[in-house]
Every structure is written in C-alpha cells, then in structure tokens.
C-alpha cells in the first residue's frame, strides 16, 4: 500500500459494521503477517440483528480484489477472536 492512495471498501457493501458499533475496535482487526489478508469481525445488518449475537470471522484480500469469506458461517454464536499469528493452521478461530 502506497502513499496517496484512496481508501479501499473491503466489506464490498456487506451490511455489517467493522468495527462494530458501538464499542467495537481494533481488537475486530488484523492484517495477516504477509500483509496480504485482513480477518475482521462482524454480524451481518439483517432482520435478526438487534437480537444475534452471532458474530463471524471473515477473511478478505488487502487489496479488495474478493468479497469476505465467512470462516466461521457454521457456528451460530459469538465468533470474535481474529489472530494472525504464524502457525500451521492459517487461521486459527476461537469460539
């Protein structure tokens, strides 16, 4: 990423806030260590919101040049632990 460049959407419109409101923070972020993935936290802006807690990990390019992919879409509940650290696994998940 360099200077002088403009912001880049990368929740491609989902309706979701990242970070969430109204507490969410940079604890709903990271950037992977290759600096080439971004995981993030969110619960989708839908009918069931004011009463879901289910939070989801999604994983997306830096560059925008995907849409999020749900991680973690199996689990019903709150999935809000993102992690970039180098491991076997890419990406490890807690629930």
Sequence with gaps: ???????IDLTNGMAADVPSKPDGGTEEYDVSPDGRTVIFT???AD?????????DLFSVPIDG???PRNLTAAN???????????TARPWPTSR
């Design 47 to 55: 009918r069931e919101e004011p009463w879901s807690t289910n939070f």
């Design 76 to 86: 019903q509940a709150w999935d809000a632990s993102r992690s970039s650290r180098p």
């Design 1 to 7: 990423m360099g200077g002088g460049t403009e912001p």
């Design 42 to 44: 969110a619960r989708t």
């Design 65 to 67: 040049s995907a849409a």
